[in-house]
C-alpha cells in the first residue's frame, strides 16, 4: 500500500505526543503547585503578601536584596511553596529538548544526516540555556 | 447579522471592562519601578492576592481577544500588562515569554499530528531562531527598563504597521526551490479542507529567510514577546510555505524559540510565579473561550479593534520609557 504523504511522519507524531504529554503534566504541575503556594501549605521565600514590595524591582535588584536563587539553586528551595512553583516550569521550559532527544534516534535510524546534526546543535543550545552558565541583568 | 451582532456586544463587553482594568490598575499601581536595591512599600494600593485576580481577569479577556484578533498572546501581553500593571518589565517579559510557550506547547501537537506545522521546516529556522533568543533575552535583561520600554514601544508600534499593511498568500507560487531548502527536504504536502485536495508545497529563499531569524530570535528574547507576528510573513511571503503551513509552523516554532529565551530569564532571577500563572492559566482559558467564538464567526471589526488596542499598548510603552507618561 502506497505512503500517505498528507500524513505527518513517525518523527512529527513522536514529537507531538511527547509534547502533549508533557505539557499536560507541565500545566497540572504549574496550577497545583501555585494552589499550594497560595494557600500557604507550605512556607515560602517570600510569603504572598510581601511580593509586591519586590516586584517594581529589576530582577537584578530582586535577586540580590533578597538573595534570591539564580541558575538552578532553586532546586534547593523547592521545599518552599513560591519556589516549588518552578518544577511545573521548568518541566514546560525543558520539554522541547525531551522531544529533540526521542526524535534522535529515529532521525539516526533514516540517515537523515543533516536533520540529525541540526538536532544535535539544537540539543546543545537548549542545554547551555538551561544550564544557568547564562545569566544576565545589572544594569 | 444578529449573530454577528451578539458576537460583538460580546466582545465589546469584555473590551470596555478590559480597559477599565487598564484605567483602574494605572491608578491604583505605583507604576514607577524601583530602581533601588532596598525593599520598599510601594508598588501598589490594593491587596496582593487582588492583583492575582486582576491578571487572571485581564489575561482571560486578553486570550480571547488574540485569538478573535489572530494575534499571540505574547504580543498583546508584554505591553499591556508592562504599561499598565506595577510590574518590573523584567518579570513582564519572563511571564510573557512563558504565555507564548505555553500557548505554542498547547496548540503543538494538533498542529503537528494535523502536518500543518512541518517539522522539516521548524527545525532548521527554529535552531537559528532559539539561538538568537538567548541573545535576545541577554541584552534585554541588560537594559535599563526606560530604553526596554522605548524599543518595546517602536517595535510594537512596527508590528501594528505589519499586521495593518502585510498581505498574506494562500499559495505563494514557488518556481524554483533553493538549493539549501532541497538539501534539506524542507516540502511537503497537506489536505486542503476547504478545496478538498491535497496542496504540494516546497520553499524558496531560504537562506535569507533564516538571516532573518536572527532578526526575529533577537527581538522574541529581547522583548519577550512571542514572534507569530514576524514568523508568519517571512514564512509565508519570503520563503514561500502556503499561509496554513505558515501560521501551523510558526506557533510550534514558537514552543522552541521561546523555551531557550525563557531558561534565561528563569536562570537570571526574572521568572515570579505571582505574575507567571495567572497570566498562563488566564490567558489559555481565554483561548479557549476565544477558539469557540470564532468557530460560530469572525468579525472584521475585532481584527482592527486588537490592532487598535496594540497601537495604544505601544504608544504607552514609549511614553513611559521617554518619561512623558509615566
Not at chain 2, 527545525?123 to 532559539?130: E, G, K, M, Q
Not at chain 2, 505589519?162 to 498574506?168: E, P, T, V
Request: glycine residues 10%; proline residues 5%.
Amino acid at each position: 500500500m502506497a505512503e500517505d504523504k498528507t500524513k505527518a511522519t513517525g518523527e512529527q507524531i513522536v514529537y507531538a505526543n511527547i509534547l502533549n504529554i508533557g505539557m499536560y503534566l507541565g500545566l497540572a504541575i504549574v496550577v497545583a503547585t501555585f494552589i499550594i503556594y497560595m494557600l500557604g501549605l507550605l512556607p515560602s521565600f517570600i510569603p504572598p503578601q510581601e511580593i509586591p514590595k519586590y516586584w517594581t524591582m529589576k530582577s537584578y535588584d530582586f535577586i540580590h536584596t533578597l538573595q534570591a536563587p539564580t541558575g538552578w539553586d532553586w532546586l534547593a528551595m523547592v521545599g518552599k511553596g513560591d519556589y516549588l512553583n518552578f518544577v511545573g516550569i521548568a518541566l514546560l521550559a525543558g520539554l522541547t529538548m525531551v522531544c529533540y532527544l526521542v526524535i534522535l534516534p529515529i532521525l539516526m535510524k533514516k540517515k537523515d544526516i543533516p536533520y540529525v546534526i541540526i538536532a544535535i546543535i539544537e540539543v546543545a543550545v537548549l542545554a547551555l540555556a538551561a544550564s544557568g552558565i547564562l545569566k544576565s541583568g545589572g544594569h | 447579522m444578529d449573530m454577528e451582532k451578539r458576537l460583538l456586544r460580546f466582545v465589546f463587553i469584555p473590551s470596555v471592562f478590559l480597559i477599565l482594568i487598564l484605567v483602574a490598575g494605572t491608578v491604583l499601581a505605583s507604576t514607577e519601578p524601583s530602581t533601588v536595591p532596598e525593599a520598599t512599600e510601594k508598588g501598589s494600593k490594593i491587596p496582593w492576592w487582588a492583583w492575582s485576580i486582576i491578571l487572571l481577569v485581564f489575561t482571560f479577556i486578553l486570550g480571547i481577544l488574540a485569538v478573535l484578533g489572530g494575534v499571540g498572546g505574547g504580543v498583546l501581553f508584554v505591553p499591556l500588562v508592562g504599561g499598565f500593571f506595577p510590574f518590573h518589565i523584567d518579570f513582564v517579559r519572563g511571564a510573557g515569554l512563558i504565555v507564548a510557550l505555553s500557548g505554542a506547547l498547547a496548540a503543538g501537537p494538533g498542529l503537528l499530528k494535523r502536518n500543518l506545522a512541518s517539522l522539516r521546516l521548524a527545525l532548521p529556522v527554529a535552531l537559528i531562531a532559539s539561538s538568537a533568543a538567548i541573545i535576545g533575552a541577554m541584552i534585554g535583561l541588560a537594559l535599563p527598563a526606560k530604553l526596554v520600554n522605548i524599543l518595546l514601544g517602536a517595535t510594537i508600534i512596527g508590528i501594528v504597521i505589519i499586521m495593518a499593511s502585510a498581505k498574506k498568500s494562500d499559495f505563494p507560487n514557488v518556481p524554483n526551490p533553493d538549493g539549501l531548502s532541497q538539501a534539506l527536504g524542507i516540502m511537503g504536502i497537506y489536505r486542503e479542507v476547504s478545496l478538498e485536495k491535497d496542496v504540494e508545497w516546497k520553499i524558496h529563499r531560504t537562506a535569507p529567510g533564516l538571516v532573518l531569524f536572527i532578526v526575529i530570535g533577537v527581538m522574541a528574547g529581547m522583548f519577550g514577546l512571542g514572534a507569530g507576528w514576524a514568523n508568519v510573513p517571512v514564512l509565508n511571503l519570503l520563503m514561500g510555505a502556503p499561509l496554513k503551513i505558515s501560521v501551523a509552523t510558526s506557533k510550534f516554532l514558537l514552543s522552541i524559540t521561546d523555551t531557550s529565551a525563557a531558561w534565561i530569564y528563569l536562570n537570571s532571577g526574572a521568572v515570579l510565579p505571582m505574575i507567571v500563572v495567572p497570566s498562563v492559566v488566564g490567558i489559555m482559558l481565554g483561548s479557549i473561550v476565544g477558539v469557540r467564538i470564532l468557530a460560530r464567526t469572525k468579525p472584521k471589526a475585532i481584527k482592527w479593534m486588537v490592532i487598535g488596542l496594540l497601537l495604544f499598548a505601544g504608544v504607552r510603552a514609549l511614553l513611559k520609557g521617554l518619561e512623558i507618561w509615566k
